[in-house]
């Protein structure tokens, strides 16, 4: 009476099967191993570079245990540590031979041990997180309000060009806050703008005003416009740190949004967290302005600036070479134009150079200002958390079109490399700052894990000793169940990937200790109808079934906690969430189908059941 | 083996008077705690930055306490953690220096090299203040969807009564560990809050295990009063619900034990959870039930609604 279908064993069986499988890879370890990446877009991975790498390390008599190509990194897997060191050096010097213009990143990083089947199945180890493998986690929030004052600033000039073009006079165009306030001498040329600025600037409100006897017109940004903006500024601060993070050469660092202007970066294995933060925080802008050559000749003015005191809409710098010079305020183009920069040589001098590439709009605002000022310098500034420095200041020669500009002089290839490199990746669209920050040594990770694991093995341990004790049979197939409940769990949580946490291994060990709880509810109840008199057989089965109700609701109630944590939990509260969800979902399976099929295994077939091994049934009659 | 050989129902409901004085004075004295003393919270909620820093020897906390004083960091705690050698700082926010405190680990970091002792970083959390009240926020909004949840879903499976002496119940055990929280002034992070949540959910688990006993035994027999009823319920669970308490806690004092300093709170609160858990989600909420006025007509009208098939109740039979 007390059997299974065959579809309700063959469901245990494959669970079971499937369980281990994913489990699997948990046990094998892991083992060291060198992973190549592109760092640049147009760099790809190849398998020619696939077998550079074999020629290197075979000259270099390292053999590697493996070697894995994947379409964005190619990882190879070494015996030890210390091979694993001598294999980065060789990748590193075969691969990047100018150290100053890397094209691969090698870092060093772990693979999975276990054979290749089980990689073949996707079954990997649980995905660890920081403060189990240790590393650097960043919380950034971008300055959205920066990033609208700096498309407002690239605006007014784009707007005094366009005035220009339609040879409309204007008093001036000046940011004030959120808007920018264009000045007119009489309402026929302010109309006249107002028409061009509505059919070529689409995403300003134009509002007329008048101040004293001046016309106004008021332009401030769209509310789609400035979502849009807003989305870019993060979309392109992402892209720009995954380039700055390329450079870091980190293994599987992580770079996500996160709400509306957030992005997480996670750098497992970073320990030189003051690099990294250099490296992130690190809001260079390129700005290109024009010296105030008058002014910079002028002796007195300048020892004025010098003291902090320049003329009026100007800006004192010192170039590199150590002269100071007067910079207008006014911005002509901003690193948002930029869409590459090289280091490489002048094609007359052979001097070392950074090409520049701009986009249309930025082709042809440099156009413009390098044809209204042939031999007058302009400045080429790199502005740092608000401190600009002049990396050139050159003289413009003739007008320049097309886009491709050269910043040549008084560089060295070096230096040409640096500064090709911070523009690059130096530009960011908007400012972050870092508003968390977690740092977790790796031996504090290997710590952690192994008091989670030891936690979670005692205190199972415990549990099995008495169940065993005080249910006998049934508690030994109480403590199978849990078994095969911290088997699915394991290896749901490695076939889906989600991240494994401290609090997320306290989560499997307290899932467990409350999983139990199904199985002493159905024990219990089975004691209770025998000491009712009830027959052995009748016993499992209205043990089972009464006991099951009661098991749905008191797990629903967790999850209902779970799911809670699920939504408003972060970081590694997530993780706890995660587990303590999907370890209600397999225990409600393995406490009631799994130890059923066993006790069914065990009893289910025998005809005449005179006793069952439970424990002693206390009768209090007797 | 059998721990519980009860011959009668033990009359619970007789001395239920006396479990809620209990109940509330405890209550007061863990809301009173919590209004003079208040929560230690975390550097999660309160924003700042804490440092871990392992030594080969014994730490000279003094002299690291007075560096840190000396290099600019006054409202700074320096104190073990876990050992003797292990050491944790920290240093609490300052408002108007946001840009600042990033930096913070590195300046702790170098004011203890200059201490010497070969200071090794373990490990390092700063959290800007926006991020710490937005954690707080949402502490909050978990723990009032955790609780409507429950209430919804108990008031759907059985009545609103048991509902609500439920959620009663239980949230008088989390402001009763809260109350432990902020008497002995223990820190308040963010994986026990996790931990009171999932207690919230857990113990929610023993009442409805008397409750399903209740509806239970209404159904089933007559002629027993509802105090009668209560009592042969919470009798006749009590043994599965030491068992399981005991099971679970046997797997949080390994916690405790095993578990190192970082899952120290997280298991000391579900261990309060789970020993209050007992108590009031039996001796809290079945009086509460009884007050209220649950009868057996509240149960022989959803069986005839089930005869029509709108349910399907395991519990009946």
Not at chain 1, 161 to 170: E, P, Q, V, Y
Not at chain 2, 275 to 290: D, E, K, Q, T
Request: proline share 3%; charged share 20%.
């Amino acid at each position: 009476m007390n059997r299974n279908p065959l579809w309700k064993n063959a469901t245990v069986i494959i669970a079971l099967v499937l369980g281990l499988l994913y489990t699997l890879p948990n046990l094998f370890g892991e083992v060291p191993a060198v992973q190549i990446s592109s760092v640049k877009a147009t760099v790809k991975l190849d398998l020619r570079l696939q077998s550079r790498i074999e020629e290197a390390l075979a000259a270099a008599a390292v053999k590697p245990t493996g070697l894995f190509f994947e379409p964005n990194s190619i990882r190879v897997r070494l015996a030890d540590t210390d091979t694993q060191l001598k294999a980065k050096d060789v990748i590193e010097r075969a691969l990047n031979p100018d150290p100053a213009d890397a094209s691969y990143s090698v870092a060093l990083n772990l693979l999975s041990a276990s054979p290749d089947w089980l990689t073949s199945l996707q079954a990997r180890p649980m995905y660890l997180g920081l403060d189990l493998r240790g590393g650097v986690h960043f919380l950034l929030e971008v300055d959205m309000k920066g990033a609208l004052t700096k498309r407002l600033d690239s605006t007014s000039a784009d707007l005094r060009t366009l005035l220009r073009d339609k040879n409309i006079r204007h008093g001036g165009i000046v940011r004030e806050g959120n808007m920018l306030s264009l000045r007119f001498r009489d309402a026929d040329s302010r109309d006249k703008a107002r028409l061009v600025l509505t059919d070529n600037q689409p995403d300003l409100d134009l509002v007329e005003g008048q101040d004293g006897t001046d016309f106004k017109l008021i332009a401030t940004l769209k509310p789609v416009a400035q979502k849009r903006i807003q989305e870019f500024a993060l979309k392109q601060n992402i892209t720009t740190l995954n380039n700055r993070i390329n450079e870091l050469g980190v293994a599987e660092p992580v770079i996500q949004q996160q709400g509306a202007d957030r992005i997480v970066v996670q750098l497992p294995g970073v320990q030189d967290t003051a690099k990294a933060k250099d490296i992130l925080g690190r809001t260079a802008t390129l700005e290109v302005r024009l010296v105030d050559d008058e002014a910079s000749a002028n002796q007195s003015i300048m020892e004025q600036a010098a003291r902090g005191q320049p003329p009026a809409g100007t800006d004192y710098y010192v170039e590199r070479g150590g002269s100071g010079l007067l910079v207008k305020k006014q911005v002509v183009l901003t690193g948002e134009r930029l869409t590459d920069a090289q280091a490489g040589f002048d094609s007359q001098t052979q001097e070392p150079a950074v090409h520049l590439s701009l986009d249309s709009a930025g082709a042809r605002i440099f156009k413009d200002v390098t044809r209204d000022n042939v031999n007058k310098r302009m400045a080429i500034l790199l502005v740092e958390k608000g401190k600009g420095e002049v990396v050139t200041a050159p003289v413009i020669r003739t007008e320049i079109g097309g886009g491709r500009v050269q910043i040549s002089g008084r560089m060295t290839t070096t230096e040409a490399n640096d500064v090709a490199l911070l523009l690059r990746a130096g530009s960011l669209a908007a400012p972050m700052d870092i508003i968390e920050e977690r740092t977790i040594g790796p031996s504090l990770g290997a710590d952690n894990i192994a008091k989670g694991v030891n936690s979670t093995l005692w205190g199972f341990a415990a549990i099995a000793v008495f169940m065993s004790v005080y249910y006998l049979l049934f508690g030994f197939v109480s403590v199978t169940a849990l078994s095969a409940n911290l088997l699915f769990l394991v290896g749901l949580l490695s076939l889906l990937q989600a991240t494994l946490t401290l609090p997320g291994i306290a989560a499997i060990a307290l899932t467990l200790g409350m999983a139990i709880d199904a199985n002493v509810l159905i024990n219990e109840r089975v004691r209770e109808e025998l000491r009712n008199g009830v027959t052995p057989q009748a016993a499992i089965t209205a043990g089972y079934e009464r006991a099951w109700s009661t098991i749905l609701d008191a797990n629903i109630t967790t999850m209902i906690a779970g799911i809670a944590l699920l939504i408003f939990g972060s970081g590694p509260v997530r993780g706890f969430a995660v587990v303590l969800c999907l370890g209600i979902l397999t225990s409600i399976f393995s406490a009631v189908v799994v130890s059923r099929t066993i006790v069914n295994f065990i009893y289910g077939s025998r005809r005449k059941l005179e006793s069952i091994s439970i424990g002693q049934i206390w009768k209090p009659g007797a | 083996m059998e721990f519980f050989r009860i011959k009668k129902d033990i009359p619970f409901m007789r001395h239920a008077l006396v479990f809620n004085i209990i109940s509330l004075t405890t209550f007061f004295l863990a809301v009173f705690f919590l209004a003079t003393k208040g929560l230690h919270l975390s550097i999660e909620f309160t924003g700042g930055t804490v440092m871990e820093v392992g030594y080969s020897q014994t730490a000279d906390l003094d002299k690291i306490r007075k560096q840190l004083e000396a290099d600019g960091f006054a409202d700074t705690q320096v104190i073990n953690f876990g050992s003797s050698r292990d050491v944790q700082i920290r240093v609490p926010i300052k408002s108007g220096k946001e840009s600042e405190s990033v930096r913070i680990s590195e300046k702790v970091g170098a004011s203890l090299q200059a201490v010497g002792g070969e200071p090794q970083i373990k490990r390092v959390e700063f959290v800007g203040p926006q991020v710490g009240k937005e954690l707080a926020e949402d502490g909050a909004l978990a723990l009032l969807l955790v609780i409507i949840g429950i209430v919804i879903y108990l008031a759907f499976r059985f009545e609103w009564r048991f509902a609500i002496s439920a959620i009663i119940a239980n949230l008088h055990d989390i402001i009763i560990i809260l109350g432990f929280f902020a008497f002995f002034q223990w820190e308040f992070s963010l994986p026990v809050l996790a931990a009171v949540l999932a207690v919230l959910g857990y113990s929610v688990n023993e009442s409805v295990v008397v409750f399903d006993r209740v509806r239970e035994t209404f159904k089933k027999t007559r002629g027993m009063t509802t105090p009668e009823i209560i009592d042969h319920a919470i009798t006749s669970t009590i043994s599965r619900t030491i068992i399981t308490h005991g099971s679970t806690q046997m797997m949080v004092v390994s916690m405790l034990v095993f578990g190192g300093p970082a899952l120290y709170y997280f298991a000391v609160a579900l261990t309060i959870g789970i020993l209050f858990g007992i108590y009031s989600s039996v001796l809290v909420a079945s009086p509460l039930l009884m007050w209220m006025g649950v009868s057996r007509e509240h149960f022989v009208k959803p069986k005839k609604e089930k005869a029509e098939g709108v349910t399907e109740d395991g519990a009946c039979v």
